[in-house]
């Protein structure tokens, strides 16, 4: 018998007017306060100045909260606060007891994940895939991960019998707000330092969400202060007398600044600064998955990343398709609401940052790169950037130099191995890199040679709290996480 012959459906023509339906996060969980204090000794205080400061959501314009801009004289009293703290109860409690707090601070960042993911994604504009999938979980895990190590100093440093410093001054930078809290706060505690942390005046929110956490988590008074306000309030922390040393995350600029005020005093320091990665794709890489990895690079986070992509080297021979491939890519890109699951891009976190990016882009169509920019549509309100690709760019070029800090990507080619190390290491940062290729050996050269902290091979941007981060020259010195982020808060030997 003859089966009647099946009719092959019309091949799915791709529809370009096809868009997601839109799957907005809910915000009616998060509990805002009008206005937030100073948290010293345990207790949201009145800040001296009688200032406070708007802090936005970036994605809209609107205003989230007010927050206390401090002062010196605000500095001063979270310092005797910490330094009461750590030679009254801190520094003499057991590590298997100040173990406890830290993972039960870890615990309770995980029971309050929805509410801590959304608020990051309202004040910083992240989507909020990567806040409810990245900043939130690897924060808890870095609380985590450091209150294992409490009371097991001695093995991780035998023989040396391990000392903390005191009173640390904690810095940090807007691109993750909370993730950067708790690389900071994790492995101090662990190690029996006190603590003054200020976030980026963008954004304080989650940071003064972790004040409340650590008030009820009962950690004893002073032991963790969190004072909001801008560049002046962290200049006034970095001179403070009483701070034994100074961790700082931020820009280059600030960083050189903040090293010479720390100069000739007893003040350790830890730098995380800017970066320009290299991305390296050879001809015999997986060229969809290092399509991805690149697009993972640049793109995530907004290009709000020092270890991101932002310089991209393809071997001679697969140029042109990894070009296509990249071209095609990015239209598929959703830009606009960070909260809607959907987002691939969020908003740019303010407009300073904003106008800087622009700046860039107007800089490298100048110098003669050629410009292929997303055609998606971006919100009117709200600070946006649609993902951008420069190709037809050299060495010598800013965009290539330069830290942007935004969605932007500078593209160059290369012939051989020696050819691209030499690119990549021309630079005046080294934090991280990438090199995608099938074979083995060529990781292992590449990773030997090429001067980054953190070389991924075939893949980017993964972290982990047991693996120490940090760069080489004007990327800074010093590592976070792993064995290595506790020695920056113990005495050296
Ligand atoms: P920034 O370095 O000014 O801000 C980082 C932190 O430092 C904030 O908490 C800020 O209040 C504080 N700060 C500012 N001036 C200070 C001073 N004199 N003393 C002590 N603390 C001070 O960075 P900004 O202006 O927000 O961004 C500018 C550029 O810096 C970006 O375009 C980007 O290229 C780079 N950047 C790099 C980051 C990284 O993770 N390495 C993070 C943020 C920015
Ligand atoms: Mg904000």
Same mark, same amino acid.
């Given at each position: 018998?003859?089966?009647?012959?099946?009719?092959?459906?019309?091949?799915?023509?791709?529809?370009?007017?096809?868009?997601?339906?839109?799957?907005?996060?809910?915000?009616?969980?998060?509990?805002?306060?009008?206005?937030?204090? $100073?948290?010293?000794?345990?207790?949201?205080?009145?800040?001296?100045?009688?200032?406070?400061?708007?802090?936005? &959501?970036?994605?809209?314009?609107?205003?989230?909260?007010?927050?206390?801009?401090? &002062?010196?004289?605000?500095? /001063?009293?979270?310092?005797?606060?910490?330094?009461? !703290?750590? %030679?009254?109860?801190?520094?003499?409690?057991?590590?298997?007891?100040?173990?406890?707090?830290?993972?039960?601070?870890?615990?309770?960042?995980?029971?309050?994940?929805?509410?801590?993911?959304?608020?990051?994604?309202?004040?910083?504009?992240? +989507?909020?895939?990567?806040?409810?999938?990245?900043?939130?979980?690897?924060?808890?895990?870095? @609380?985590?991960?450091?209150?294992?190590?409490?009371?097991?100093?001695?093995?991780?440093?035998?023989? =040396?019998?391990?000392?903390?410093?005191?009173?640390?001054?904690?810095?940090?930078?807007?691109?993750?707000?909370?993730?950067?809290?708790?690389?900071?706060?994790?492995?101090?505690?662990?190690? *029996?330092?006190?603590?003054?942390?200020?976030?980026?005046? #963008?954004?304080?929110?989650?940071?003064?969400?972790?004040?409340?956490?650590?008030?009820?988590?009962? $950690? +004893?008074?002073?032991?963790?202060?969190?004072?909001?306000?801008?560049?002046?309030?962290?200049?006034?922390?970095?001179?403070?007398?009483?701070?034994?040393?100074?961790? @700082?995350?931020?820009?280059? /600029?600030?960083?050189?600044?903040?090293?010479?005020? #720390?100069?000739?005093?007893?003040?350790?320091?830890?730098?995380?600064?800017?970066?320009?990665?290299?991305?390296?794709?050879?001809?015999?890489?997986?060229?969809?998955?290092?399509?991805?990895?690149?697009?993972?690079?640049?793109?995530?986070?907004?290009?709000?990343?020092?270890?991101?992509?932002?310089?991209? @080297?393809?071997?001679?021979?697969?140029?042109?398709?990894?070009?296509?491939?990249?071209?095609?890519?990015?239209?598929?890109?959703?830009?606009? %609401?960070?909260?809607?699951?959907?987002?691939?891009?969020?908003?740019?976190?303010?407009? =300073?940052?904003?106008?800087?990016?622009?700046?860039?882009?107007?800089?490298?169509?100048?110098?003669?790169?050629?410009?292929?920019?997303?055609?998606? !549509?971006?919100?009117?309100?709200?600070?946006?950037?649609?993902?951008?690709?420069?190709?037809?760019?050299?060495?010598?070029?800013?965009?290539?130099?330069?830290?942007? @800090? *935004?969605?932007?990507?500078?593209?160059?080619?290369?012939?051989?191995?020696?050819?691209?190390?030499?690119?990549? &290491?021309?630079?005046?940062?080294?934090?991280?890199?990438?090199?995608? #290729?099938?074979?083995?050996?060529?990781?292992? &050269?590449?990773?030997?040679?090429?001067?980054?902290?953190?070389?991924?091979?075939?893949?980017?941007?993964?972290?982990?709290?047991?693996?120490?981060?940090?760069?080489?020259?004007?990327?800074?010195?010093?590592?976070?996480?792993?064995? =290595?982020?506790?020695?920056?808060?113990?005495?050296?030997?």
């Amino acid at each position: 018998m003859q089966l009647p012959k099946k009719k092959t459906p019309k091949a799915l023509k791709f529809n370009a007017t096809f868009t997601y339906a839109p799957a907005p996060e809910s915000k009616s969980h998060v509990k805002l306060q009008e206005q937030y204090g $100073l948290f010293i000794n345990g207790k949201f205080e009145k800040p001296n100045s009688g200032k406070y400061f708007e802090t936005i &959501n970036p994605a809209t314009e609107e205003k989230l909260a007010m927050v206390a801009d401090a &002062n010196a004289k605000d500095v /001063d009293k979270a310092v005797k606060a910490a330094r009461t !703290a750590y %030679d009254k109860v801190w520094s003499k409690m057991p590590g298997k007891e100040r173990a406890k707090y830290i993972f039960r601070i870890s615990r309770m960042l995980q029971e309050k994940a929805r509410e801590l993911s959304v608020l990051e994604t309202m004040d910083g504009g992240k +989507p909020i895939r990567e806040s409810r999938d990245i900043d939130i979980p690897l924060a808890a895990n870095h @609380f985590f991960y450091y209150a294992g190590w409490a009371d097991k100093l001695d093995y991780a440093f035998p023989n =040396q019998q391990p000392k903390s410093l005191g009173v640390a001054g904690q810095i940090i930078p807007w691109n993750f707000p909370l993730l950067m809290a708790a690389w900071k706060i994790a492995p101090a505690l662990a190690t *029996g330092n006190t603590i003054v942390l200020k976030p980026a005046e #963008t954004t304080p929110l989650t940071a003064l969400k972790l004040a409340e956490i650590i008030q009820e988590s009962g $950690l +004893p008074e002073g032991v963790v202060n969190i004072i909001t306000g801008a560049g002046a309030t962290g200049a006034a922390l970095v001179q403070h007398p009483g701070i034994d040393k100074i961790a @700082f995350t931020g820009s280059t /600029d600030v960083g050189k600044l903040i090293q010479r005020a #720390t100069a000739g005093t007893n003040k350790r320091l830890t730098l995380e600064l800017g970066g320009k990665a290299a991305n390296i794709i050879f001809e015999d890489a997986p060229l969809d998955q290092a399509v991805e990895g690149i697009i993972n690079g640049i793109f995530f986070n907004q290009g709000h990343v020092c270890c991101a992509g932002s310089r991209l @080297f393809v071997q001679e021979s697969v140029y042109q398709k990894v070009i296509r491939k990249l071209k095609d890519r990015i239209e598929t890109l959703i830009v606009g %609401d960070p909260l809607d699951k959907n987002t691939d891009i969020g908003a740019i976190n303010s407009k =300073q940052q904003l106008d800087t990016i622009k700046k860039y882009i107007s800089i490298g169509i100048k110098e003669g790169g050629e410009i292929h920019e997303s055609s998606c !549509a971006i919100p009117k309100k709200g600070f946006y950037c649609r993902p951008t690709l420069f190709t037809n760019v050299s060495q010598s070029h800013r965009i290539a130099r330069e830290e942007i @800090f *935004g969605p932007v990507l500078a593209i160059q080619t290369f012939r051989t191995d020696d050819e691209v190390i030499e690119k990549a &290491n021309n630079t005046a940062y080294g934090l991280s890199a990438g090199v995608w #290729t099938d074979k083995g050996s060529k990781i292992f &050269n590449m990773t030997s040679k090429l001067r980054a902290g953190v070389i991924w091979a075939n893949t980017f941007n993964k972290f982990d709290p047991t693996s120490p981060f940090g760069g080489y020259k004007e990327s800074g010195f010093g590592r976070e996480g792993g064995v =290595q982020g506790l020695s920056a808060y113990l005495k050296s030997f």
